[in-house]
Structure formats: structure tokens, C-alpha cells
């Protein structure tokens, strides 16, 4: 079997390899440039597409920002700090995101006659991002199913885990975090404060292993 996996290069698409790797499934990676403040996932990408030795397609798309206004991580608008069950984070949704990234995932898929596309969406995203829910996925595959002649199915394995499951997950897998990214600003060392980091750092400190990556208070 075959999937396609949309690689940001954080933690829960990283995990993706190591579900992939374990379940007999060979993994294409894509890593989409949509204009994010965050950009420096794509270089984490490079990263875990060579320490796993497997292909990565990456596709530039970052014009696309001038049209997905009202977005922290693709406007001028500041990215705001804290957890994600506050009302602030609504400024990390980028319109319609999942939609573009999967529908180009899709398209790849059958270009390769893959099986799946495979998305790191988990439960802790519900409250904030709608494209990440059920409601959305699922008649989203309906559409793709549909529209299609050779047949991928949309997987989403840690749809009802938190980050705290995945990064067990993670830990049983070998999954080198070390080379994730996950800060939503995007500097040269991670904030620490954003919705994020704040999630990565919770998870990080109820697994009780010691985090790879260098945050700005340290």
C-alpha cells in the first residue's frame, strides 16, 4: 500500500511516517509552501523526508497568502500567545486551508495510484480549526470518492488522540522530534508561548522526556 502524507514538519506529521512504517505502508511525503509565517517547518520537512530516506515532493504555493487574509500565520497580524481552548487562537485558522492542501494531496495520490492521503489532524485542533472535525473530513472524502476514478481514501489516524497519544505514538516509533518544528512564529528558536508550543510543551513534559528543541526563555 501507498500514501501520500501532507508533511508540515511538525510533530503530528512526522508521526505519520513512523504510523506509515509500522503498518507496511510506504510513504510519499508533500510539503506544501501556502505562505505561512512558519516557513521554517519546510526545511524540517527536508529534514525527516532524509533521515527516513524517502521521497518528498514540494510544491511553492506561497503566493496564495495575499489571498488567505485574517490569518495570523498568513497576514500581518500578530500571532497570539496561550492555549488553544482560548478564543484568541481563532486567529491561527488560514481560510479554507485543509481543503487547498488536501485537494492537491489528492490529486497527487491518484498521479502515483496511492491508496491513501494522510492528514496529522488530532483531537486537540476540534475547538479551534473546523477543517481538522469530522464534519468536514468525511464528506470531504464523499466528494473526492466521487469525483474520481481511482479511489483514495482520506486516513486521519490521530483524529480522536490528543498530543499527548501522538507523542507516545511517537516514542514507540523512533519518531525524531529533534528535528520537527512546531512554533507558529517562527523565529530561530521556538517562542514557547504560542498555542503550539504551549500543546508541544504539555505533551512533551506528561511523556517526561526532555524536549530537542531550543525555546527563547531558555
Known amino acids: 500500500m501507498k500514501a501520500v502524507i501532507l508533511l508540515s514538519g511538525g510533530m503530528d506529521s512526522a508521526t505519520l511516517i513512523g504510523h506509515c512504517i ?3 505502508i510506504k510513504p510519499y511525503c508533500l510539503n506544501i509552501n501556502y505562505g505561512q509565517r512558519h516557513n521554517r517547518e519546510i526545511k524540517s520537512a527536508e529534514k525527516l523526508a532524509k533521515y527516513y530516506n524517502i521521497s518528498l515532493k514540494k510544491l511553492d504555493l506561497s503566493p496564495l497568502k495575499i489571498l488567505l487574509k485574517g490569518s495570523a500565520l498568513t497576514d500581518k497580524i500578530d500571532v497570539p500567545e496561550g492555549h488553544y481552548t482560548q478564543e484568541n487562537m481563532k486567529l491561527t485558522v488560514v481560510p479554507n486551508r485543509n481543503a487547498i492542501l ?48 481511482h479511489q483514495v481514501k482520506i486516513i486521519t489516524p490521530f483524529l480522536k488522540e490528543t498530543k ?6 511517537g516514542i514507540k516509533y523512533g519518531t525524531p522530534y529533534g528535528l520537527t518544528w512546531t512554533c507558529y512564529k517562527g523565529g530561530k528558536k521556538a517562542c514557547g508561548k504560542c498555542g503550539s508550543c504551549n500543546e508541544r510543551l504539555e505533551a512533551i513534559e506528561q511523556n517526561r522526556i526532555k524536549d530537542p528543541l531550543e525555546y527563547e526563555n531558555e
Open 164 to 169: 499527548v497519544e501522538i507523542l507516545q505514538h
Open 22 to 24: 509500522d503498518n507496511d
Open 102 to 149: 488536501l485537494s492537491i494531496a489528492v490529486g497527487y495520490a491518484i498521479s502515483i495510484k496511492a491508496d491513501f492521503v494522510m492528514l496529522g489532524a488530532h483531537a486537540g485542533d476540534h475547538d479551534i480549526y473546523p477543517d481538522c472535525r469530522e464534519e468536514f473530513l468525511d464528506p470531504f472524502e464523499t466528494a473526492i470518492l466521487r469525483g474520481n476514478y
